[in-house]
């Protein structure tokens, strides 16, 4: 059964930092593309980041400077390394797995809430 597992969301003040792993198991495919979605109340589900297998990163412009994403391939594990957490950072995480020569194409976690507040 393919699974992503996320772990490391919680409560935090603004300013502080958190670190979202995401262990992807059970997939005897490569992901071409991990990355991680957020989802605020009320609100739409918005990429945050991704980095492709060969390392190439995007980030949504709210994030750049703040977060980092990054890769182990060999664990099968993407992170978030998030710092300079500010309120609207606030929301439900999601790790995806993008296999484009698949169906489906797209694999999710189950999410992880950050929480951003003195």
């Known amino acids: 059964q393919v699974q992503l597992v996320e772990s490391g969301g919680g409560l935090v003040q603004p300013g502080g930092s958190l670190r979202l792993s995401c262990a992807a198991s059970g997939n005897s495919f490569s992901y071409s593309r991990m990355g991680w979605y957020r989802q605020a109340p009320g609100k739409q589900r918005e990429l945050v980041a991704f980095?492709?297998?060969?390392?190439?990163?995007n980030y949504a412009n709210s994030v750049k400077g703040r977060f980092t994403i990054s890769r182990d391939n060999a664990k099968n594990t993407v992170y978030l390394q998030m710092n300079s957490l500010k309120p609207e950072d606030t929301a439900v995480y999601y790790c995806?797995?993008?296999?484009?020569?698949?169906?489906?194409?797209?694999?999710w976690g189950q999410g992880t809430q950050v929480a951003v507040s003195s």
């Open positions: 980095i492709t297998d060969i390392g190439v990163t």
């Open positions: 995806n797995g993008f296999a484009p020569e698949r169906l489906p194409q797209n694999y």
